[in-house]
T-cell receptor
C-alpha cells in the first residue's frame, strides 16, 4: 500500500544551520505531496505542497521539490531559527482522497 | 471563521466507558476526517467522510464510530474505551485532495483511558 518514510529524529541544530529532512514515498500513481508542521500543543498546519513532478513548494524559507525519479520530497531550509522548532510531517495523497503521513521528525533549534 | 473546532481538549475515561469527540467546521468543506496521533507513528486515519451522509473506514477504524448528518459536524464515538485508545485525536477538513487541496486541522483532543 501507499506509505511515506521520513528521516528519523529527533534533529537538533544550532540557529542559522542548514536543515534537511528526508522524505520518500511509494511510487503508486502521481500523488500530491505535502509537508505539515506541528508546533507544541497545536494541530497540524500546512507548510508547503507540490502537486506534480518537478514542482517546488516553498513557504517561510522552507523548500521541497517533487522528485519523481527518486520518489522523494525532501524538506530544506538554508538558515533555521529557534521559532522553527516543531514536528514536521511529510504526507502523500492516497486513493480515496486521503492522506498518508510519515512518522514525523522532531526538530529542535538551539540559540 | 473559527476554522475546525474540537471539544473537549482533554478527557480521561475509564475502561469500558463511551464518549463522543466533537468536531465542527465552518468552511463548507465536503471532506472531513479523524486521525489519531501516537508517538513514533505519525497520524493514522480512523474514519473519513466525503460529504453529508457518506462515511468510510480508514486505517484504524476498530472501536470507533462516526456519522455525518450535516456538512459542518463530524463526531467520533468511542463505543467502549480501551487503554489502547489513549492518544491525541485530530479532526481535519478540506475541499478535497485530488487537486492538492490543504487539510485544515483542529487543535486536537488528548484522551487518556485508564
Amino acid at each position: 500500500g501507499d506509505s511515506v518514510t521520513q528521516m528519523e529524529g529527533p534533529v537538533t541544530l544550532s540557529e542559522e544551520a542548514f536543515l534537511t529532512i528526508n522524505c520518500t514515498y511509494t511510487a503508486t500513481g502521481y500523488p500530491s505531496l505535502f509537508w505539515y508542521v506541528q508546533y507544541p500543543g497545536e494541530g497540524l498546519q500546512l507548510l508547503l505542497k507540490a502537486t506534480k513532478a518537478d514542482d517546488k513548494g516553498s513557504n517561510k524559507g522552507f523548500e521541497a521539490t517533487y522528485r519523481k525519479e527518486t520518489t522523494s520530497f525532501h524538506l530544506e531550509k538554508g538558515s533555521v531559527q529557534v521559532s522553527d522548532s516543531a514536528v514536521y510531517f511529510c504526507a502523500r495523497e492516497t486513493s480515496g482522497s486521503r492522506l498518508t503521513f510519515g512518522e514525523g521528525t522532531q526538530l529542535t533549534v538551539n540559540p | 471563521n473559527a476554522g475546525v473546532t474540537q471539544t473537549p481538549k482533554f478527557q480521561v475515561l475509564k475502561t469500558g466507558q463511551s464518549m463522543t469527540l466533537q468536531c465542527a467546521q465552518d468552511m463548507n468543506h465536503e471532506y472531513m476526517s479523524w486521525y489519531r496521533q501516537d508517538p513514533g507513528m505519525g497520524l493514522r486515519l480512523i474514519h473519513y467522510s466525503v460529504g453529508a451522509g457518506i462515511t468510510d473506514q480508514g486505517e484504524v477504524p476498530n472501536g470507533y464510530n462516526v456519522s455525518r448528518s450535516t456538512t459542518e459536524d463530524f463526531p467520533l464515538r468511542l463505543l467502549s474505551a480501551a487503554p489502547s485508545q489513549t492518544s491525541v485525536y485530530f479532526c481535519a477538513s478540506s475541499y478535497g485532495l485530488a487537486f492538492g487541496y490543504e487539510q485544515y486541522f483542529g487543535p486536537g483532543t488528548r484522551l487518556t483511558v485508564t
